[in-house]
């Protein structure tokens, strides 16, 4: 069945009460994707008590949504008030707050200055991977999930903020961001729930916005002070800020600041915390893809020029992309009244964009629930809808990170399969867990096996 904008359904699927909140309480994320998968792309109005949202997921709508009538959905409403307590108004947010955000961070994030980075970042993860020799001799298993985004995390850090933060405090500072991104689930699933009442996760949410407040306000105001006009990202604001307004205003640049360093971040940590669950279930993936590490990093070490060369290990990060998208939803309020699919959709109203559900569509996708990264190689000629695959979203908000995805996780895939053999210790079933993206409830135990190279 083909759905496009000028279609003649003049109603939505209504997905009841009754139906909706069983579904939602047991798994968000796979019960989202599947609400708009049963019905084919077509808009879903999801009856949660006060509160009916609808679910776009079919590429003509996330089209019309993100890039061709964006200005009519905005980031605002109930979905954005949890994330809007830590990020504020920057890149993340709405209006002339996000147009002077991302005209001053675009530059920061071209595949150009990108690129550039890559020395340095391809020093660090190197220096990071050989930490972990001491879990490899002793044969004591790691969190994959912690170890990926430590890795990513130092490797962000040092790049962008010049080591302007220390790495005890930026050890700190992370789970600060995780526990943020977790601990709004609850809000996210019930968003007309007053702020006047408590719920779960509102007490960790809070202590956690304040320690990074505590972080970053004291390492903007070091900045100021030294004015080295250097190039890494808070030196760079600041000076931008203050060519703009006269003076830096440090609320401003504090947003910018903890959006830039998710948007830098999250992403890449989540992804490869998948990846490992994904080569154990997949292990011709894994044999395939440690033969073109082998065949082109040798004995290493890694640098940004291998990252080129490793063409199916691209592919396998865009197929991790496809099946476990960072962002679950993307929630927009309607400006305006409006028509999305041939069905009526009122001003205020809110919109979920869904690239879970968007990614697994049958008519754009074969066997969309299989996990194979051959339907990413060059010489496949499939022609897909653009707006088929949206792991960064799309228009004028798509996510300014996604050069350095690109970058920094095949440098960190790379860096530790030319060095060890991971093995996954606790093989199971992954539970998506909803928040600002979308990680695994459970932990992924990996025992790294050091490559014998004598043999």
Not at 89 to 114: D, N
């Amino acid at each position: 069945m083909s759905l496009d904008t000028g279609t003649t359904v003049t109603g939505p699927r209504v997905l009841p009460f009754y139906r909706a909140i069983p579904r939602l309480v047991k798994d968000p994320v796979t019960e989202l994707a599947k609400m708009g998968t049963e019905a084919g792309g077509r808009v879903v109005r999801i009856d949660i008590g006060p509160f009916r949202p609808y679910l776009v997921s079919h590429p003509d709508h996330v089209q019309q949504v993100l890039k061709t009538d964006w200005s009519n959905f905005v980031r605002e409403g109930m979905f954005w008030r949890p994330l809007s307590r830590v990020i504020g108004q920057s890149i993340l947010g709405e209006g002339e707050g996000w147009e002077s955000s991302r005209r001053i961070l675009q530059p920061l994030f071209t595949a150009r200055y990108t690129a550039s980075l890559g020395e340095d970042m391809a020093d660090i993860i190197a220096e990071c991977i050989l930490e972990l020799d001491d879990y490899a001799r002793t044969g004591r298993p790691v969190d994959g999930g912690y170890q990926m985004t430590t890795i990513v995390n130092q490797a962000v850090i040092k790049v962008l903020f010049g080591g302007r933060i220390s790495r005890d405090v930026a050890e700190r500072l992370s789970p600060e961001f995780a526990t943020c991104a977790t601990s709004i689930a609850f809000r996210l699933l019930f968003p007309f729930v007053p702020y006047s009442v408590k719920v779960p996760g509102d007490r960790a949410f809070l202590a956690a916005a304040k320690k990074i407040d505590e972080i970053v306000y004291p390492l903007i105001e070091r900045a100021r002070k030294e004015n080295t006009g250097t190039n890494e990202v808070v030196s760079a604001l600041i000076g931008a800020r203050i060519a703009q307004d006269g003076e830096a205003d440090l609320r401003q640049v504090r947003d910018d600041l903890v959006s830039i360093y998710g948007a830098a971040s999250e992403t890449t940590a989540m992804s490869l915390t998948w990846l490992w669950s994904v080569l154990h279930d997949h292990p011709d993936v894994n044999a395939r893809l440690l033969e073109e590490i082998d065949e082109v990093v040798g004995e290493g070490p890694v640098r940004p020029a291998h990252v080129a060369k490793l063409r199916y290990l691209r592919m396998v990060l865009q197929e991790l992309l496809r099946v476990y998208p960072s962002a679950w939803i993307i929630p927009r309020q309607t400006v305006a009244d409006t028509e999305i699919g041939g069905v009526p959709i009122k001003a205020g109203s809110q919109v979920l964009v869904s690239p879970y559900t968007t990614h697994r569509l049958a008519e754009f996708w074969d066997r969309p629930l299989e996990f194979d990264p051959e339907r990413w190689a060059p010489e496949r000629t499939d022609r897909r809808h653009r707006y088929s695959f949206i792991p960064f979203g799309a228009g004028p908000h798509v996510c300014l990170g996604q050069h350095l995805f690109y970058l920094e996780a095949p440098l960190v895939i790379a860096n530790l399969l030319s060095r060890y053999r991971p093995v996954l210790t606790n093989p199971q079933r992954l539970t998506p867990v909803p928040g600002a993206s979308v990680r695994p409830k459970e932990k992924l135990l990996l025992k790294l096996l050091p490559i014998d190279r004598n043999r």
